[in-house]
């Protein structure tokens, strides 16, 4: 019996119901079950809040008999940067499924980052992971017209790409979906991508073929947003109406079936207004769970038509269309997506395009000659899942490396300005490696105080019998000191790191045993940030110091590090010599920060691969006032990245973008600082009661006590959203 996890953050009974990921992990769960395997169910939440499942699908994961789970994220920390929420929960999700045989993640807000990257430079056991191709961040985007407005969105992309691209296998319910990611610049790996449709155990229902000629009854279903067309639907029956009002009067009543977007509040509302004024009193049924909805339809079934009309690629392999054939309704459908790969062949009648007036045709053809409807082959996508769940356990578990060559040459490039306390500890760190055989380069970039120039001479003197170099240049800043240092070595690898920071004794060893294994050009590692002046390891190796912060990089996500470059990593870095060269090393900006943040920039735009280690081998002293860090003006650091970009992009003639798109995050961070003080000092003056937190703080807790985080939700969305229409109404 295998372990197996589902890893979901789309989950009955949790902010309504479960769209097609969710109800696909319940699908899925059932027939792993009843195949004997071991399975847990992973819910995991953004919200900070504790978000408890609904106890009706808790009692039905507990009578298949799967272990639930529940993650929910963490508020904001000041010793964890930068606040990446979703990169957060991966991180505890990986802890959660360390155990399984196979781990199951969804690809929206994919929380397998930190489990592939575990495995990408691991050697130890670790479970097999499979992404789902639900619909992510990109295709929900461009399904809704909706753009990234936040770093944060971006980011997020960047998690569901690179986690999808490491997993071991990558399933696509359609295969529309698997072409549309590959056109779009994903690097699927082809013999690891499998096309199965959908897991579904079907309840026996009367397929009745003696139903009534007439169709009486038009029933949209489907959520109610955009992607999935309700407006599409909403303004065929004004054309029908319109063009054929012979035919629109056969129809006594229209029903909305499905929940209503958070982002679109009044859909229902519009859409009944509208058809109300063409004669039809539209009814809106909603909160309903995934077998309450087929229940629906097919008690509706003699006389209804189910209509799905989704726009352009706004679905994948919806359960909708599925549970709509296998619920024994007539059903229509646009031919979007991988809509027509659910019904199978010779179901051309029953499909239009995704336009007013192509839906309009089809209704009125169906309304005239309703045609019977197909099934989905619900039995042979079991069977298929079931198989290629076989074929993963059989697998090793993963992604074949690059063998190992033996020894690869290295040199540890050091940097060293006026530390005369802190050079020590490097370089004694430096010594009890357990990897051997590399070199040091230490280079003295023009340290005026006396007691540093001599700290240096005695470094120098203790370890040269070892082979160590030692230089020492007039003051050129640190990019042209690191520079200065690849030079002096001849090593097939480069490992920077300032003179003020710690390695762990096993951090060389692990530096280069990452990169050789996964053949990438540049790797980062975490930073565990302390404030001490003294050693942060004992006599064993152990951190000894408590953490300042902890910094787990995202990795090279350059679209949103136009605006948070924090991203990328930090200035200890691991390269290949060939790769650094070939950018022409380290940039050298006299006097500004972020030369750490531009390397791994420049890395990635020249199609370097670059990556993160998800572990903490950079000890990393927080700088003192006067350090670089500190006393760098951040327009200056920054302008340097701006121009790394602009450089880039001048070449496809798109020059001036990266310094539009920072400007503009820049304006808008600063109007939403303004905004907030505003609205403080406001709310401060209306009540004239002292500070308003402490005022505010015993309602604020009863009121999140006594009201569900659900329900506040849902509170906010329709007191903010008349409030937003407004406010635009004023040119506010």
Partial sequence: MARTALVTYDFPGILGNAADAGTFV????????????????????????PMSADQKWRDVYHRLGCEFVELAGRPPSENRWPHLPTLDLSDRVAEAVAGFDVAYF?????????????????????????????????????????WPAEPETLNQQFMERYSAEHSDWTVSPSRFMADWLLDRGWKLREDRLRVLGLPVLAEPRDYRQDYPRRIEHLVYFGALERCKGYRTFVDALEKLALERPDVARLVRKVTFLGPISTEEPDAFASSAERLGRIGYAADHVQNLDIPSAAQYLADHAAGALAVMPSERFGDNFPFTVIEASLSGVRLVCARTGGIPEILGPSVDHLLFDPYPSALAD?????????AGQPRYEWEAANRRWLQFHAEVLADSGRVTLKARRPSPSLDVCVTYHNKPRELPQLLDALDRQTASGFQVIAVDD???????????????????????????????????????AARMGRGEYLLFIDADDVIPFHGVERMLDCIVMAGDD????????????????NASGEISVTAYRYYMPLGPALAAAILAPEVLGGPMVIVRRAAFESIGGYREVRGAAHEDWELLLRLALAGFRTDVIPEYLHLYRVGEPASLSQISDRGTAMARLIETYEAHLRTIGLGGTAELLSGTYAALTEFRGASHDWARDAMKNACDLGEVPGFLA????????????ERRQSMHRTLIHPLSKWRGRRGI
């Fill in 698 to 709: 015993p309602l604020r807790d009863w009121y999140r006590k006594t009201i569900s985080l």
């Fill in 106 to 146: 969804q690809d929206w807000a994919n929380l397998a980052l930190i489990t592939v990257r575990r495995k990408r430079f691991g050697t130890g056991p670790a479970p097999r992971c499979v992404t789902v191709l639900h619909g992510g961040s990109e295709w929900r985007c461009a399904g809704n017209h909706n």
């Fill in 362 to 370: 089809k209704l009125a053809h169906q309304l005239l000659e309703p």
């Fill in 26 to 49: 319940l699908h899925w769960a059932r027939l792993l079950r009843e195949a004997g395997e071991d399975v847990t169910v992973v819910a995991t939440r953004l919200e900070c809040e």
């Fill in 446 to 484: 023009g340290s005026p105080d006396p007691e540093a120039r001599e700290v240096f001479d005695c470094m120098q003197a203790k370890y040269s019998v070892k082979g160590w170099a030692f230089f020492r240049q007039h003051n050129a800043f640190v990019d042209a000191a690191r520079n200065r």
């Fill in 522 to 537: 540049c790797l980062v590692p975490a930073t565990y940030s302390f404030v001490s002046a003294e050693t942060p390891l």
